[in-house]
Nanobody, 127 residues
């Protein structure tokens, strides 16, 4: 059974950092494109970043560029999202998602592109 487990969320002050983890079981993350999404209260789920399964290339939306870093550790079957310089509007539930179908970079931050989702991890940014 394919399963993704999100972890690493918590409370952090503005300007602080967190590293989220997305661990897979039942399949190899190395064969899947992985995306990270956030959903703030009352808002739609939006993509922040993704990492391709074919060449490990990465993509970030403008708000994440320069602050977020996505990476993959195939030995641990885990993908990470390091978030720096966090802002109040970063507060959300964060989800990772996986799909084996090849996709263009701009597509990889669209939620409809993914079949498998983690359960989410809460990130709260407050002073």
């Amino acid at each position: 059974q394919l399963q993704l487990v999100d972890s690493g969320g918590g409370s952090v002050q503005p300007g602080g950092s967190l590293r989220l983890s997305c661990e897979a079981s039942g399949f190899s993350l190395g064969a899947y494109t992985i995306g990270w999404f956030r959903q703030a209260p009352g808002k739609e789920r939006e993509g922040d970043s993704c990492i391709s399964h074919s060449d490990n290339s990465t993509y970030y939306v403008d708000s994440a560029k320069g602050r977020f870093t996505i990476s993959r550790d195939t030995a641990k079957n885990t993908v990470y999202l390091k978030m720096n310089s966090m802002k109040h509007k970063t507060t959300a539930v964060y989800y990772c998602a996986a799909d084996s179908f090849p996709m263009a970079r701009v597509i990889c931050v669209m939620k409809l592109a993914y079949d498998y989702w983690g359960q989410g991890t809460q990130v709260t940014v407050s002073a």
